[in-house]
């Protein structure tokens, strides 16, 4: 059969009734399913070894990997700019750590990477963004709103902690504001408060994202199928993933504090050794 070059109009209408069809499949898996998962109880050990096979898979795949990563540092530097340039330093910490609440998300194609050489199946780059003519592209994009939400929440209760503590009006320098929060009481109580309002923030999208971006890839499970499986798995290991979780803050704030550079090689292992977690805690 002879091929043709089609128009560009026809070019568009396959291409819309391919998207159409990964869409229809996608929007019939959002309802939760009736299937059964069965978890695990998490160990320490699990964790390591997680690690082990992250920082394997970031060994095998780093040329790949590390051209999808660099993304992530240079998300840190614009939104430090925006912070630094429009006056909004009171911003810039919460911004920073609620990066990081959309990490599981940033995750995804990660997953993908390390699912595809599990099944030893080619896992480069262009690879990784197979989910999105996945039908499991709706449940996720559908998630990551949920996270996308939750930290535009976080936003603005942080905003409003600054104005009832050391605001409203900004700070005159990057300097006078440090010194506000160090040495002032106001400034004791916003520091306190945000610490604190960011940890139940961080518990919450661990709790829900544990295992849940993971098992939509592999499973195409529904969304609150998969949300609750992650749930179950947080209160049957608590201090498990209570040290995951400082595990993940932990380097993730040397990769900031390397002025994001290191984002490029910690965010890649955690994300796999996200997917390797993953397929311990789900049989």
């Known amino acids: 059969m002879v091929k043709t070059i089609g128009n560009p109009f026809s070019w568009a209408v396959q291409?819309?009734?391919?998207?159409?069809?990964?869409?229809?499949?996608g929007l019939a898996e959002i309802p939760n399913d009736d299937a059964e998962i069965e978890i695990r109880d998490l160990e320490i050990s699990d964790l390591t070894d997680a690690l082990r096979k992250g920082a394997?898979?970031?060994?095998?795949?780093?040329?790949?990997?590390m051209f999808i990563a660099l993304i992530y540092p240079i998300i840190g530097v614009v939104l430090t700019w925006f912070a630094v340039n429009r006056e909004m330093w009171p911003l810039l910490f919460p911004l920073i750590a609620g990066f990081a609440l959309l990490g599981p998300l940033a995750?995804?194609?990660l997953y993908e990477m390390s699912r595809r050489r599990e099944k030893g199946l080619k896992a480069g780059w262009g690879d990784a963004f197979g989910v999105i003519g996945s039908p499991s592209f709706v449940p996720i994009a559908i998630l990551g709103g949920y996270l996308t939400a939750i930290f535009i929440a976080w936003m603005l209760i942080a905003y409003a902690l600054y104005g009832v503590t050391l605001g409203p009006e900004p700070p005159v320098s990057a300097w006078s504001f440090i010194g506000d929060v160090l040495?002032?009481?106001?400034?004791?109580?916003m520091l306190?408060?945000?610490?604190?309002?960011?940890f139940v923030f961080a518990v919450v999208v661990l709790a829900i994202s544990l295992v849940s971006f993971p098992l939509l890839i592999d499973r195409h499970s529904g969304i609150l199928k998969a949300i609750t499986t992650s749930v179950k798995i947080t209160r049957q290991s608590p201090v498990t993933v209570a040290v995951w979780g400082a595990i993940v803050a932990v380097s993730l704030g040397l990769g900031v504090l390397t002025l994001f550079v290191g984002l490029i090689f910690v965010l890649p292992i955690l994300g796999h050794a996200t997917w390797h977690l993953y397929r311990r805690a789900v049989v």
């Open 192 to 198: 306190i408060a945000g610490m604190a309002i960011g």
């Open 107 to 109: 995750a995804v194609g």
């Open 56 to 65: 394997e898979d970031f060994a095998e795949l780093r040329t790949d990997v």
């Open 183 to 189: 040495f002032t009481a106001a400034g004791w109580m």
């Open 15 to 25: 291409a819309f009734d391919k998207s159409a069809h990964h869409i229809g499949e």
